[in-house]
């Protein structure tokens, strides 16, 4: 979901849905972009271990990973709560968590669920979420103070949504204004439902991560 351009909950999201999918800007099929977002390169880059250390998960945790794509987090997020806990893997492409679905499977994982999600509200079947993860995603959302909100209603009094995301002018897409997110403005859409910084997390050289929590 870009502002202006698409309504898509991950980049990968953009180029991998039907034809009939409105504001498509090109056709490629769930598994070609499976095979780009699992790249090597690209999951040195996204830290994926690191990162899940941040956020201080514990076993029973309820967690959402919007715009799951291939998965790279949600499997990992899932053994990170386990005994007990639940991951949420949302997307709007039914081809990626079908992808998500055979790796739990083939990883014996089965605190992994998949949800479909609308291109304004993440749709989750649970109103109990203590962690949802926006990662990478966020300047892809169209709506992206409406969503938030929508997400909120989901949350836990106590929840967390964390938001790691490019840095203006740093990213892949810097000569593109639509496609970029400041955390002063992440900030802003959070402030306005109740929900305020609590953690500020160096890790990346060219994304900033935070956590928020009411």
Same mark, same amino acid.
């Given at each position: 979901?870009?502002?202006?351009?698409?309504?898509?909950?991950?980049?990968?999201?953009?180029?991998?849905v039907?034809?009939?999918a409105?504001?498509?800007?090109?056709?490629?099929?769930?598994?070609?972009w499976?095979?780009t977002?699992?790249s090597?390169?690209?999951?040195?880059?996204m830290?994926?271990?690191?990162?899940?250390?941040?956020?201080?998960?514990?076993p029973?945790?309820?967690?959402?990973?919007?715009?799951?794509?291939?998965?790279?987090?949600?499997?990992?997020?899932?053994?990170?709560?386990?005994?007990?806990?639940?991951?949420?893997?949302?997307?709007?492409?039914?081809?990626?968590?079908?992808?998500?679905?055979?790796?739990?499977?083939?990883?014996?994982?089965?605190n992994?669920?998949?949800?479909?999600?609308?291109?304004?509200? !993440? #749709? &989750?079947?649970?109103?109990?979420? *203590?962690? /949802? @993860?926006?990662?990478?995603?966020?300047?892809?959302?169209?709506?992206? $103070?409406?969503?938030?909100?929508?997400l909120?209603?989901?949350?836990?009094?106590?929840?967390r949504?964390?938001?790691?995301?490019?840095? !203006? #002018? &740093?990213?892949?897409?810097?000569? *593109?204004p /639509? @496609?970029?997110?400041?955390?002063?403005?992440?900030?802003?859409?959070? $402030?306005?439902?109740?929900?305020?910084?609590?953690?500020?997390?160096?890790?990346?050289?060219?994304?900033?991560?935070?956590?928020?929590?009411?």
């Amino acid at each position: 979901m870009a502002r202006g351009v698409a309504y898509f909950l991950t980049l990968a999201i953009i180029v991998s849905v039907p034809i009939s999918a409105p504001a498509q800007l090109a056709a490629k099929s769930a598994q070609e972009w499976i095979q780009t977002l699992n790249s090597s390169n690209r999951v040195e880059r996204m830290k994926i271990d690191e990162t899940i250390a941040k956020l201080q998960l514990k076993p029973g945790d309820v967690i959402a990973d919007i715009g799951a794509g291939s998965g790279l987090f949600s499997l990992p997020l899932a053994k990170a709560a386990s005994p007990g806990g639940m991951v949420y893997a949302v997307d709007i492409e039914q081809g990626l968590l079908d992808h998500i679905s055979a790796e739990a499977k083939a990883s014996h994982l089965t605190n992994i669920r998949t949800v479909l999600g609308k291109f304004s509200d !993440p #749709n &989750l079947p649970s109103t109990n979420i *203590d962690l /949802a @993860l926006i990662n990478d995603v966020l300047h892809h959302i169209e709506n992206r $103070a409406g969503y938030l909100k929508s997400l909120a209603h989901y949350m836990k009094p106590s929840g967390r949504i964390v938001i790691i995301d490019f840095t !203006p #002018n &740093l990213g892949p897409h810097k000569n *593109d204004p /639509a @496609l970029q997110v400041t955390k002063d403005q992440a900030t802003s859409w959070l $402030a306005a439902i109740g929900f305020k910084p609590i953690n500020e997390i160096d890790l990346f050289n060219d994304k900033w991560f935070v956590i928020f929590s009411r």
